[in-house]
Structure formats: C-alpha cells, structure tokens
C-alpha cells in the first residue's frame, strides 16, 4: 500500500505534504513525490527514489512553490523503486497530476489501447496509464467548465478501471480545485476553515486539523480551500459526516523514543486498559460489548463463530480461538482471512463472523467481511482504526483504542485484541455456564493485567542483553503450547520481520515431527513455557533441545527457578490466568525481537519490503 496527502489553502504546499508523507511513510517508503501547481499556474513536480528524507532534500535544493498540491509515498506495486515510477504521474498534457494508492488490474489493456492513440509512457505504472486515461476525457477550458469537466473526467476513467484505488488529481488549468475517489484504498479529507486535505489516513493531517470526513467506496470528492461537495460515481451528490479524529498530534508522534515500536511496547499498559475500560461489568461479573449489535437472545443463539484475520490478527484470532472454546464452549473456526474469502466454508445461520485488524484496512481481512455478508452472515470488526472501511461496514464490533499503531511491527494492536477476544470470551461464557465466580475472578485477572505487563517492560534491558548474546543467529525457533501456541508463531512473525532472520513458531510437541532438525548451537529456541497444565510437557520439549545443544532461552513464571537448572536465559513473567497468558508472554517477545533488529542495524519501523497495511491483494 502507499500513502497519498493533499493540500490546497495559504500554506506553502510542498512543506504541508512532506510533513504529511513522514506520517505515512510507514505505508510505503520506497519512493516518494510531490507536485504543486506554481505561482505562475505550471505543475511542478519533483519525485526521489528512496525514504521521503530524499525528497525533502530535492525540494530545498529545488523548490516547489504553490498552495495547492498532492503527493505519495510508494509500496511498489507496478514497476521497481526509481524516480521515474515515483508518483505523481502526469497525463500526456503535462498540465494534469495524479497519485494513486492501490492496483489497476486491467492497466494493460488500457496502456495498449493508449499507446495505439499514440500516447507515450515514461514509466511502468499502473498509475502512469490512469492519468494518461483521465486527461483522454478531459478538455477543460475556462475553470467554471474546467472544475465539471476534471470530475467527469475522472468518472469517465474510473469507470474504464477494474482494480482498486485512492486518488488524487490536480490540473494546472483549475489552480485551486482538486479531485479524490477511493474504491478499496482508503482516503480522507481534512477540513480546515480557509484550506483542505486530502490523505490516505488521519495520521497525516492530524497535525492540522481534528475534523475529518471518511469517504466511502465509488464516492467522489471535489474540494476548493472554503468547498466540500461529494458525489457518487453515478453522479449523486453524496451525504457525508464530519468525525473528530481520536487522537492527538503527539499521540502520532515518536516523543522520546528512538522507534515508534518502542514507545507501542511500553503503551501497552496503557492500551490494554483502554481496551476494557467502561466494559468490566462487576454487577454481572462478565463484560459489556454493546458495538457488537446483538441483543443477548442472539448472543445466546451463536453457535459458531469464525475468527478472520491477517498476520498478526489472525495469531489473536488464534488466542480467541482457545479462549472463547474454554470460556463459552461455542465451536470457533480461525481462517485465514485471504483464505475464507475463497474457500466457501459450510457456516449455518447461526454461524457469526468477527474480523480482526488494526488499520481496519486490510483487503483480505475487508474481502473476508464481504464474503460473510454476502452469504448473509452478521460480521463483526474488532478494529483499531476509527472511520477505517473494515469499522464502517462491518454490521458491529467493538474498536481496540490502542491509539495509532505506527511501527509496522505490530505490538500493542495485538494484546489489545486478545484482551478484546478475552472479554468476548467471558461475555459469552457468562451467557452460558460460566460461574459468577469465575467470572469476577476473570475481571479481577484483566485488571491485573496492564500493572503485569509494565512489570515486564521494566526487563528490556535484560532482554537487549540476550539478544546482544544471540545476535549472530541465522534463525530462531519459537516454541509453545495451547494458548501460548499462537504467542510463538507471533513471536516468530516479529522476529522475521524486522530482523530478516528466518524465524518459525511451531506446538512446541511438533518438535520432534520434523522441526528438531534444525535445532543445532547456532539457533536458540525460544520457550513460552508459563507454569500452568502443560509445563511439564514444555520441559521435557526444552531438554530435547538441550540434548542436541541447541541454546535455549526459557520464558516462565516468576519464582519457577528451577529453568536456571537448565536453560541458557529465563525471562520471567507475572503469574496471570492461563487464558490471558498471551498478553503477558508476548511482551519479551516483542522486546526480543527489537532489540535483536535494532543490534543488527535493522531499520525497526519501516522494514524492508514491508507496509504497516495491506491494501493490495
Ligand atoms: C504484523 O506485525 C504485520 N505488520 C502484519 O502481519 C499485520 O499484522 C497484518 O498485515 C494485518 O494487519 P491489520 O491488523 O492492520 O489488518
């Protein structure tokens, strides 16, 4: 995915959209560009391979003057990271601009019959075609007609489109009015008194403006400085609700930390409670999710739920999975989002679906959505994004409030949804046979649970000890059992990603099923191993690898002393319920692995190859 910002209003443009694109560059960071319309009514653009630093340097060097312009920030899609594939891309006029987040799937056949009419292309986008196919339709003169023509332009084309996007267009010819429309990649406008923005999220603006408008699939917006008006791709003026943005500027912001992952580990105490507050219900001794839209008769009548997500999602999803079987004794199916939306499983009426995402804008996650509707299922979202396109149609659910989630690496996203899933699990559990109490000792737990985790992080300079002493690993294995499963293939996600070492999280009893071949003295492997029912079979898994002399790092309960007997390193983690293991035990995890990649001189936020949301299939 990448990131787009717009800008009209008094402001110098080009600072307002760098500005915005270090916001979004955690979207994409390959490649970035602006382009302005100047003083004197030219289109100036200036794009840069590389991190939007390169940019900015471009444009002090060569500056771009205007108050009204638009840029991007690439993940790319079509054609390698250059200059010339960096967007903005211009029409065959020169005079009209165009970013574009998403995939033009059928760009192919539009380039060939472009190309038959003689048209030329300086780079192998997708993009690059659309804007030669906008300016096709645009033969705007003076502005009043101008404005018309640019928008049905752009209708024009994007009916031509099969694929998905976030745009936005400008033309030298209209110098104060620009176009934006989403099919499957988000986009939002900023509303400002005397100037707009437009973005691929809120981060971008926030810095300006709380006040933000969510533009929904086949919409299309039209702005000026002082103008907001909406239309659907057919053509209907569209109504449309200002939100206030839930977050502030420095909640964007890194503050004192040296990586945005850093300072999300260390929100998590904080995070998780914003994830139960005002949902403990003591009286009930269970939990309220009133976003899910279901009265308790209904609630009752579920009797399958499917669990969908992507990456880190679905290892929550896997957490929720065990949870809500153990609690609610409810059958719950955990599908890979880009799976389930082909795969056509048997569901029955009384079968509900959750997805689960941070960004609230993951394709399959959002695919998966469609398709449970689409056979006629109630899908409920636990997203962290407000106003995201997963939030806005799923048919209920509850956000995570973890505030913006920047690092790519996601971290307090993923113990806030397990803690969701935790009192989805007690909410319905308590709807069935669970006892009061057990339930008020399940609160008494969750509530435990942020002074636990900080407990934890208080650690991180013991944990950045051993993975200083393990940094040479060319691989990690991460080893768990039952709800602690899911936490070591989560914790083998973090390691890969933002280390690039090959790193696999496995049953800790599937060792011996192939995975002890590759245990040897250059690759640890890591023990979630808590006390609790299966710790003596984590034991006997650990001396397994210790036979073979493959170093071990244990993480266990505290005051279980006797892994010093035998393992290499033991994290110690408080005592807490086995179902709420997870959000404890993943927290070295996450500590391992960035200490591990920041060792290794890894970029830790942005990590190669990687996006913070995938909004291409
Ligand atoms: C996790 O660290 C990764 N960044 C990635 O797997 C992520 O969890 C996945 O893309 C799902 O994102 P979402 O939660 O925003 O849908």
Not at 243 to 252: C, G, I, L, M, R
Request: with cysteine.
């Amino acid at each position: 995915m990448c990131g787009i910002v717009g800008y009209l209003g008094k402001k110098q443009a080009s600072q307002v959209l760098l500005h915005g694109l270090e916001r979004l560059e955690y979207r994409g960071y390959d490649s970035s560009g602006v382009a302005v319309v100047d003083e004197a009514g030219d289109i100036q653009v200036r794009k840069k391979e590389g991190r939007v630093a390169a940019l900015r340097q471009e444009i002090q060097e060569n500056p771009a003057q205007g108050q009204i312009g638009i840029s991007h920030t690439r993940w790319a899609t079509h054609g390698e990271p250059s200059d010339t594939n960096a967007h903005p891309h211009l029409d065959r006029s020169g005079k009209l601009a165009l970013v574009h987040n998403g995939v033009i799937e059928n760009y192919l056949q539009l380039r060939d019959r472009l190309a038959q009419d003689g048209h030329e292309f300086r780079s192998e986008t997708d993009t690059e075609v659309l804007a030669h196919l906008i300016g096709t339709f645009y033969d705007g003169s003076d502005e009043a007609d101008g404005q018309l023509r640019l928008v049905g332009a752009v209708r024009e084309a994007l009916a031509q489109v099969v694929g998905t996007y976030g745009i936005g267009v400008i033309h030298e010819d209209i110098p104060d009015f620009m176009v934006g429309a989403r099919l499957g990649s988000p986009l939002v406008v900023g509303v400002g008194k005397t100037e707009k923005f437009l973005a691929s999220d809120v981060g971008a603006i926030v810095s300006h403006t709380q006040e933000a408008i969510y533009l929904s699939d086949r919409e299309i917006v039209l702005l000026k400085p002082d103008e907001i008006s909406i239309e659907t791709l057919e053509g209907d003026l569209a109504d449309y609700e200002v939100s206030t943005v839930d977050f502030t500027p420095e909640q964007a912001e890194k503050g004192n930390f040296p990586h945005y992952m850093l300072k999300e580990i260390h929100e998590q105490p904080v995070s998780i409670e914003n994830a139960f507050r005002g949902r403990l219900a003591d009286s009930q001794a269970s939990a309220v999710l009133g976003g899910l839209n279901l009265t308790p008769r209904e609630l009752r009548d579920v009797d399958r739920i499917v669990l969908c997500g992507c990456g880190t999602a679905l290892h929550a999803a896997m957490v929720g999975e065990y949870m809500i079987e153990s609690l609610a004794r409810i059958p719950v199916e955990v599908e890979v989002a880009s799976e389930f939306r082909y795969r056509n499983p048997p569901l029955d009426k009384n079968t509900v679906v959750f997805v689960i995402s941070q960004s609230g804008e993951t394709i399959d996650t959002l695919a998966a959505l469609r398709e449970g509707q689409r056979k006629g299922h109630r899908v409920l979202g636990l997203v962290n994004s407000v106003g995201s396109t997963i939030a806005r149609e799923s048919d209920g659910g509850s956000y995570l409030h973890s505030g913006p989630e920047i690092g790519v690496a996601a971290t307090k996203s993923f113990t806030s949804q397990v803690t969701v899933l935790a009192l989805l699990a007690l909410l319905l559990g308590r709807m069935r046979h669970l006892s009061v109490d057990y339930g008020q000792k399940m609160l008494a737990e969750i509530r435990e649970l942020p002074k636990k985790v900080e407990q934890i992080i208080n650690q991180s300079e013991a944990i950045r000890r051993i993975a200083v002493k393990y940094n040479e690993a060319p691989a990690m294995l991460f080893l768990g059992r039952q709800f602690n499963y899911a936490t070591a293939l989560e914790g083998a996600l973090k390691m890969k990603e933002i280390s690039y070492i090959f790193a696999s999280g496995h049953a800790s009893a599937e060792l011996k099923h192939g995975v002890i071949a590759l245990v040897s003295e250059e690759v640890p492997s890591v023990f979630i191993m808590p006390k609790d029912s299966v710790y003596e079979k984590n034991v006997s898994t650990l001396e397994e690898v210790k036979a073979r002399k493959g170093p071990t790092i244990a993480i266990t309960t505290e005051g279980n002393s006797e892994l010093e007997r035998i393992a290499d390193e033991v994290i110690y983690i408080p005592e807490c319920h086995e179902t709420l293991n997870p959000i404890l035990s993943v927290v070295p995890l996450q500590l391992l692995s960035y200490h591990f990649a920041v060792e290794r001189g890894c970029d830790v936020d942005k990590p190669r190859n990687l996006a913070k949301s995938v909004t291409v299939e």
